[in-house]
Structure formats: C-alpha cells, structure tokens
C-alpha cells in the first residue's frame, strides 16, 4: 500500500548537522523527494532521487537511499536558523504522476 | 521569472456553497495538479491537468473537479462545501507531461464555517 511516514519533530543546534528520516512501504517507488515547508507558506522542492541511486548531493544537503529498507534521509549539513520549518519526504510509483507525502518532520534550530 | 501563482490568497465559504480556486503555472510548463492540504497533515493529491484533460484523480469526491485553459492555466472547483473541506490548496506545475518535478505555489487558504 501507498504509505510514507516521518518522525514530527527534530530539534538541532546552529551550526550542527541535521538528519530527517522517512521510511516508505511500496517497492515501486520511482522517485523520492523532500520538499520545505516554512509556516503560511506552499511547499519548496529541495531535492530528488531516482530510485535506483544510492545518494545525491547538492551543496548542504546530503540525500541517502536504502532501498533494501525503503529507507531515505535528508542530511542538512551546518544547520542554519533559517532551516527551521517542516521537512515533508514524498514519493512517486510507477506509471503514477501523484505525490505521496508524509505527515512532514517539523525542524526546529536552536540559536 | 514568475513561479507558480494562486489566486485569492485566503478565503471563507458557508457549508453548501461552492468555491472555485485558480493557478497559474510557472513559466514554461504545461502540467498542473492540484493538493489538499489539512492542518498537521502532509498534502493528499486531488488531480493532475494535462493537455486540457484530467489525466490522474486521487480519492476525492465527485465535487472536486477542475478545469485547465489552453494557456496551461487552471480552476479547482469544489461544490457543496463542508466543514472539512477547510485546509490550504496548493497547485502544483510540471515542465511536461512526463516531468516527475513538481514545483507548487503558495496555497489559498479555504475555511469553511
């Protein structure tokens, strides 16, 4: 079935690193996705992966794929207070254009 | 160059009366879908637009439908409103059809009383 789930919260200190995780249960998945979402606001999307690639880098942030555990991270290298918000990890499967979300991971830094 | 954009930006509807929402998609892109999203809660996929035509529907109603103009632009109408269908309706644009990039606007914010 279609099911995506995070944890709610995660609080790090400026300047730490930050991982968000997000497990989901359908093998079909083709592309894994984290988007940003700060309060009163749409969603932006941070990063994607293919489904056959193990991980994916762009600048701070650090995506990792164990498709042996339906398994995927988000790492926020050198966390920033402008980080603070709700990370939501989201899936697509095959032959399907809709986004599956989860309940989203509320990151909060601390000064 | 202009992202995605919605139209109105908040909204307040009695129970039974109808409600049509509008997005525009960012430049350059042909495809539009449309999310529910409730307090707390991740976004619930209603529907996809493409080439004029609803092409994916998600677990919603009869009373959500919605429309797609030949400048790629787009309508959500919702009919016989409940209470529950108060939440933020984000809009969402693809650069084609067979994109799996999703880039979404801000939202209309629709309550219900």
């Known amino acids: 079935g279609e099911d995506v789930e995070q944890s709610l919260f995660l609080s790090v200190r400026e300047g730490d690193s930050s991982v968000i995780n997000c497990t989901y249960t359908?093998?079909?998945?083709?592309?894994l996705y984290w988007y940003k979402q700060e309060p009163g606001a749409g969603l932006q999307l941070l990063t994607y992966?293919?489904?056959?690639?193990d991980m994916k880098q762009d600048q701070r942030l650090t995506v990792l794929l164990n498709k042996k555990d339906k398994h995927l991270s988000l790492r926020i290298a050198d966390t920033q207070t402008g980080d603070s918000a709700i990370y939501f990890c989201?899936?697509?499967?095959?032959?399907?254009?809709?986004?599956?979300f989860g309940s989203g991971t509320r990151l909060l830094v601390r000064p | 160059d202009a992202g995605v954009t919605q139209s109105p930006t908040h909204l307040i509807k009695t129970r039974g009366q109808q409600v049509t929402l509008r997005c525009s998609p960012k430049?350059?892109?042909?495809?539009v879908s449309w999310y529910q999203q409730a307090l707390g809660q991740g976004p619930q996929f209603i529907f996809q637009?493409?080439?004029?035509?609803?092409?994916q529907r998600g677990n919603f109603p009869d009373r959500f439908s919605g429309h797609q103009f030949p400048n790629y632009s787009s309508e959500l109408n919702v009919n016989a409103l409940l209470l529950g269908d108060s939440a933020l309706y984000l809009c969402?644009?693809?650069?084609?059809?067979?994109?799996?990039?999703?880039?979404f606007g801000p939202g209309t914010r629709l309550t219900v009383t």
């Open positions: 359908d093998s079909s998945s083709t592309y």
């Open positions: 969402a644009s693809s650069p084609t059809g067979d994109s799996y990039e999703q880039y």
């Open positions: 989201a899936e697509t499967m095959d032959s399907s254009y809709k986004l599956i």
């Open positions: 430049s350059g892109h042909d495809t």
């Open positions: 637009y493409y080439e004029e035509e609803e092409r």
């Open positions: 992966i293919f489904s056959n690639m």
